[in-house]
């Protein structure tokens, strides 16, 4: 009784991670397959030939997948590094350094959290008119630069240091930036790579913000380029597509896979919080 | 302000040598202050100057275009509430607002169920169920757009997989993102598919927080299965789920990457959500697009109102 009730259980569980997992699966199988297999009638769970790799060749010859791919990273990668920047040293400023206005300051900070980009991008996609930054790096990075979410985890992480140590520093004489680089950071690499991850994902796998930004094919990242592939005939090229989502998806895929527990802690407490 | 010092300075020193070292005191802290004074708000300035030049400030202009009438390319022109009013008339709209709610409560049943389920089931520490959990939490790491993409494919009436599962089963093709009754079923399953790891995460984190102990009385008193979990493991695990259930309706009011590129809105208005509703009026008329994200605004502020309201009492 007790291992019939076990195997139902596993049973159960592996029919969860089934779901979860199978649409990858299929993805990956018909990126291996030319666009008349891959919507034939007759149902099958393995490619006819693994080594059938046109669909990768093709969108390395005739398509600006490595600009695209490109593209992504140089997003993703500087916004995450001007979060970095800006959001320590305002999480700095505002978990240690005493100045009238820090707390109303510290409030508009919360109260921003509330506001979404799909609130403003009526006014934002307007501002980038103005501003001329329609198809330019500038125009999909440095809106979506700064993240009030980053700023309060890491100001939370930073007020958690004593500050006896920074008192001790001062004391040495050490000024605000020693305190920052050589006590504040190196104790909190933890929240840090949390928002390193957290905003990498969040970047890599947009589409509202780059859709709304970028018109021109070679701005276009990754997302973006995939919902525009189409066959001659206009209708959506499935051994295209499905070739290049498993090149959009491997390298999250494998960031996850190294730094899980910053995943899980990052998207868990943004869901929280944010 | 050294003339200041200057002046407190004597006046301290009248009470002799002792107050000379709280004078000497005295200059520390407020050099002190002065540096952290300047420091900060030097390195607060880049940050604000980015929130309020891209979060409040368009937030404000949320507000203004709001009561224009303004098609991008003519002039502006002042129309108070109009726009509200069309909004609040036009059918389009309501069942805009009707496919909104429909989807967050239609996703929220969908995913609670499935998040505590899978829960319940993958708690112990093994290393199989600790796999499996990193591989229930795949999906919600990849694009969004891109797994709508993925999905849209599955869904195909001809050749997609889902139909032919279900033709093992006997069950009849379905039309799914075609057919304007089942679309906004097929895009809730989705979005199930995309964020139930992150859900069950969480509520593993609460269950482990329940105490064995009450588990261990009250088997002793005899409950079953069914019992314990209605009476021991929803109650205790109340602020959690009131946590995702909060969360869960703000993402799904937000949702729209997957609902894009999976349907545009459509087959007509089958699946239009407040947020392609925006997208799609963007081009045609900033006042009505800036109109809906307030309301949009507006039931992210009750919720999120609600939950602060709700929390505090759950502390006290």
């Known amino acids: 009784m007790k291992i019939l009730k076990r195997i139902i259980i596993v049973f159960i569980i592996l029919s969860i991670v089934f779901f979860a997992l199978f649409p990858f699966y299929i993805m990956l199988k018909d990126s291996f397959e030319p666009y008349e297999r891959i919507v034939s009638f007759d149902f099958h769970l393995l490619p006819d030939k693994i080594t059938y790799i046109d669909n990768y060749k093709e969108m390395f010859i005739n398509h600006h997948i490595l600009r695209w791919l490109g593209n992504s990273f140089i997003v993703a990668i500087l916004a995450v590094t001007g979060s970095l920047i800006l959001d320590i040293l305002a999480a700095f400023a505002l978990s ?24 403003i991008m009526v006014p934002l996609y307007l501002l980038m008119i103005k501003f001329n930054w329609l198809d330019t790096y500038t125009g999909l990075i440095v809106p979506i630069m700064t993240s009030p979410f980053a700023i309060f985890l890491l100001k939370q992480n930073f007020m958690q240091i004593p500050r006896e140590l920074d008192e001790a520093a001062l004391i040495d004489g050490a000024n605000y930036i020693n305190i920052l680089f050589k006590i504040i950071i190196p104790n909190s690499l933890a929240a840090i790579g949390t928002v390193v991850v957290i905003k990498f994902m969040w970047v890599w796998g947009d589409y509202l913000w780059p859709s709304l930004v970028v018109k021109d094919d070679l701005m276009r990242t990754l997302p973006v380029a995939i919902a525009m592939l189409r066959t001659p005939t206009g209708t959506v090229s499935w051994d295209l597509l499905t070739a290049t989502s498993v090149i959009a998806v491997i390298p999250i895929i494998i960031i996850f896979m190294y730094l899980q527990k910053y995943f899980v802690k990052g998207i868990t407490e943004g869901a929280i919080k944010g | 302000m050294n003339f200041f010092i200057d002046f407190m300075g004597h006046f301290l020193t009248l009470g002799g040598e002792k107050i000379k070292m709280k004078e000497g005191l005295m200059w520390i802290t407020l050099f002190r202050k002065k ?16 929130i309020f030049l891209f979060i409040l400030f368009p937030m404000s202009q949320t507000f203004i275009y709001s009561l224009f009438r303004w098609d991008l390319l003519g002039d502006k022109v002042f129309i108070g509430l109009d726009n509200f ?22 996703t929220f049943l969908g995913t609670f169920t499935l998040s505590i389920a899978t829960a319940l089931l ?43 599962i279900l033709s ?32 069950t995460i969480i509520l593993i984190g609460g269950l482990q927080k329940v105490p064995n102990e009450l588990y261990e009385a009250a088997k002793i008193d005899g409950a079953n299965g069914f019992q314990l979990f209605f009476k021991i493991t929803l109650p205790s695990l109340r602020p959690i789920i009131f946590f995702v259930t909060t969360i869960l309706m703000i993402s799904s009011f ?8 999976m349907t545009q809105g459509g087959p007509g208005n089958a699946t239009s959500v407040m947020v392609t509703f925006i997208y799609t009026r963007l081009y045609d ?32």
């Open chain 2, 85 to 106: 009013k069309f909004l609040f008339k036009d059918p389009f709209f309501k069942r805009t607002i009707i496919n909104t709610f429909l989807y967050t409560i239609l």
């Open chain 1, 96 to 119: 240690r350094l005493n100045f009238p206005g820090k707390n109303l300051l510290f409030s508009i900070i919360l109260m921003t959290l509330m506001i979404s980009i799909q609130v």
């Open chain 2, 168 to 199: 093992f089963f006997r069950i009849p093709p379905q039309q799914w993102l075609y057919s304007g009754k089942l679309a906004l079923i097929a895009v809730t399953i989705f979005s199930i598919w995309k964020e139930f790891g992150l859900y």
């Open chain 2, 35 to 50: 540096t952290q004074l300047l420091t900060g708000y030097l390195l607060l300035i880049p940050a604000m100057v980015c």
């Open chain 2, 122 to 164: 993958m708690q112990s520490e093994m290393k199989i169920i600790r796999w499996a959990r990193g591989a229930i939490f795949i999906p919600v790491v990849v694009p969004m757009a891109v797994m709508g993409l993925i999905w849209k494919m599955l869904y195909e009436p001809q050749f997609g997989a889902i139909n032919q």
């Open chain 2, 254 to 261: 937000k949702a729209f990457d997957h609902i894009w590129v």
């Open chain 2, 285 to 316: 008329s900033v006042g009505l697009a800036s109109a809906a994200s307030l309301v949009l605004f507006l039931l992210i502020l009750t919720i999120t109102f609600v939950r602060m309201k709700l929390t505090r009492e759950e502390t006290y």
